[in-house]
């Protein structure tokens, strides 16, 4: 594969996930939760996948609202208004593991969450992304960790999102993208210089500390190697998942 081989397009990661169940590309972006529903049709590679530790979806409420909302988060998990970032997102699977009576659930992208909060559109908000590194200053608190809550629970690190190649492509042509792919993230990871332009391009936060913080927590060793650590935690979000009768 040559750079001029190469279509790109720019979505949100729900628009992505949706996009991979219609198999509009041939290497995609897309949620973990969104891959265990079309892992049929998409190999996962081995590169560029979003795996951590203290990376996790955060559940969050206003400040005022949190005394109320922490002493009764059986109602949180019952009638409060809860933006999500997108159905098929890890974010939604974590939160239904989390707590499957939860119910009232408003999907929207993801940078519009905590405007939906402020704007009084949902009562409390599951954030991913950039937004946790931003939702205190905003005047948000933290309700949940789900990242911290998957941890315990399993002592692995958490699956967000990762890279997948039509499985049609053959293993050749899909050897050859994980290839590239590496080279591509290893030179930016070598010479951050060299892409901070098409960063910025596209980020949610403009801040530099922001951005540079953002990809510190979701580009990683994982990334370039999932490993059998990572492999683990994939394969025990799949068990999880279907254990709890979601996928």
């Not at 750079?3 to 198999?23: G, K, P, Q, S």
């Not at 530790?53 to 988060?73: E, F, M, S, T």
């Not at 704007?119 to 908000?125: F, N, P, Y």
């Amino acid at each position: 594969a040559q750079a001029a081989d190469i279509e790109t397009h720019l979505h949100d990661v729900e628009t992505l996930n949706r996009l991979a169940f219609e198999e509009r590309f041939d290497i995609t972006k897309l949620s973990f939760h969104a891959w265990l529903l079309v892992q049929d049709k998409y190999q996962l590679l081995n590169i560029g996948s979003a795996l951590g530790r203290g990376c996790g979806p955060l559940v969050i409420c206003g400040k005022d609202a949190y005394p109320l909302v922490q002493q009764h988060l059986s109602h949180l998990r019952k009638c409060d208004r809860i933006a999500v970032p997108g159905e098929y997102t890890t974010a939604h699977l974590l939160l239904r593991l989390w707590n499957p009576e939860i119910r009232n659930r408003i999907f929207m992208p993801f940078d519009q969450i905590m405007d939906a909060i402020e704007s009084g559109e949902a009562d409390t908000g599951v954030i991913i992304h950039e937004g946790r590194f931003v939702f205190e200053e905003r005047g948000f608190q933290c309700l949940e960790d789900l990242g911290e809550w998957w941890e315990g629970e399993t002592g692995l690190p958490i699956p967000l999102g990762c890279i997948a190649v039509k499985k049609s492509l053959g293993a050749e042509r899909i050897g050859e993208i994980e290839q590239r792919l590496r080279r591509s993230i290893q030179t930016a990871l070598d010479d951050p210089g060299s892409t901070s332009e098409y960063v910025k391009a596209h980020a949610q936060e403009l801040d530099d500390d922001v951005i540079q913080q953002h990809i510190e927590t979701y580009v990683n060793d994982f990334t370039l190697d999932l490993g059998a650590e990572g492999r683990a935690a994939i394969e025990k979000l799949k068990q999880m998942a279907e254990n709890a009768g979601i996928i």
